[in-house]
């Protein structure tokens, strides 16, 4: 499915999503404003990848329910297809599963702790010195995970916390992994909170009320900080921190 920007014709960039009714929330959203046309496919539903990117401005895949170890033939092919923007250098990001297939695609390891603990709800970021030669980075992220990644070889560390270490990479010049979510409107939070209320007894999650009362408070900087995160990946605009 195809959506026009306003303006700005050219390449549209590639959105994966992975359930009938997921949306690109605030990414699909900036991007139409920044320009790009969006390109959406489910290969969850048929939809097939293109083989080579050079008709796109880059690709962006978005999480899911499902684990990027799982044995669905969607996943391997959606894992395998990284090659695809590797080889050709095109610029990719990759958000919670779709930094995860990032990270097998690498020859790293996707799975829980061992303790069981998740990420479900705000949680503290520390951006890496790496990191903070980037970019500003915000001081707390949203989740929704119960899987971390191991960091490929050869890949930047930008950003880290308590829970699960690797939250945010860099591998090569143009590939970019992200383990939470900024990319939530307030109504896909509100979904998140209703049909993901059976998770928020795992360890370590925390309850609806504080996802909701979280947001009013560490929304605005998450979303300003977005939008010059895609200008880095998409753009190559580097905001050097202070």
């Not at 050869?154 to 979510?181: C, D």
């Amino acid at each position: 499915m195809m959506i026009e920007a306003p303006r700005r014709g050219g390449r549209p960039i590639l959105i994966v999503l992975h359930q009938e009714r997921s949306s690109p929330g605030r990414v699909g959203q900036m991007l139409l404003e920044k320009g790009y046309d969006l390109d959406i496919r489910r290969p969850v539903l048929g939809d097939r990848l293109p083989s080579t990117l050079a008709a796109h401005a880059g690709a962006v895949i978005f999480g899911g329910p499902m684990s990027a170890n799982d044995p669905e033939e969607f996943i391997k092919a959606e894992t395998d297809w990284l090659k695809v923007p590797l080889k050709e250098n095109r610029p990719y990001l990759g958000i919670c599963l779709g930094a995860q297939l990032l990270a097998r695609h690498l020859g790293a390891k996707v799975k829980a702790r061992d303790d069981g603990k998740t990420e479900i709800g705000w949680y503290g970021l520390q951006p890496t010195e790496r990191g903070r030669l980037l970019m500003h980075w915000p001081q707390m992220v949203y989740h929704f995970h119960r899987e971390g990644f191991e960091l490929p070889h050869g890949a930047e560390l930008l950003a880290t916390a308590e829970t699960y270490p690797n939250q945010a990479y860099r591998y090569g010049a143009n590939a970019w992994g992200l383990q939470f979510h900024a990319e939530l409107t307030r109504a896909m939070m509100q979904r998140w909170v209703v049909h993901g209320e059976h998770r928020f007894c795992m360890p370590n999650a925390q309850q609806g009320r504080e996802h909701l009362e979280g947001r009013m408070i560490f929304d605005a900087a998450l979303k300003a900080w977005l939008s010059q995160f895609l200008d880095l990946v998409f753009e190559g605009k580097q905001a050097i921190a202070a």
